[in-house]
């Protein structure tokens, strides 16, 4: 069966930087597209970042762009996200979610398959 099991989450002071790891198996890992989405306390779902079957392409959300930076090691199964400059709005639990396709979607309402997601806090 399919599974995703983040980890890497923790508190974080403001500036600091966290490395998000996302261990897949159960799928060719290879063949699809990855994204990470997060959910901030007593907000809705965001869409935060995705990456190609191949890793080749890359996309984020604006509040994320040139701080935030999406990578995968097709040979361990693992999507990660390298999060720097962090701010207390990054706060929330992310999750990391598999695209039903090799071309990311950016619609999170697409995913078919989610992890359970790894808590980061960025306060002082």
């Known amino acids: 069966q399919v599974q995703l099991v983040e980890s890497g989450g923790g508190l974080v002071q403001p500036g600091g930087s966290l490395r998000l790891s996302c261990a897949a198996s159960?799928?060719?890992?290879?063949?699809?597209?990855m994204s990470w989405v997060r959910q901030a306390p007593g907000k809705g779902l965001e869409w935060v970042s995705d990456?190609?079957?191949?890793?080749?392409?890359?996309y984020y959300a604006d509040p994320v762009k040139g701080r935030f930076t999406i990578s995968r090691d097709n040979a361990k199964n693992t999507l990660y996200l390298q999060m720097n400059s962090l701010k207390p709005e990054d706060t929330a639990v992310y999750y990391c979610?598999?695209?039903?396709?090799?071309?990311?979607?950016?619609?999170?309402?697409?995913?078919?398959?989610w992890g359970q997601g790894t808590q980061v806090t960025v306060s002082s």
């Open positions: 990456i190609n079957s191949g890793g080749a392409s890359t």
């Open positions: 159960g799928f060719t890992f290879s063949n699809y597209a």
């Open positions: 979610a598999k695209d039903p396709g090799s071309t990311p979607s950016h619609l999170y309402d697409q995913y078919d398959y």
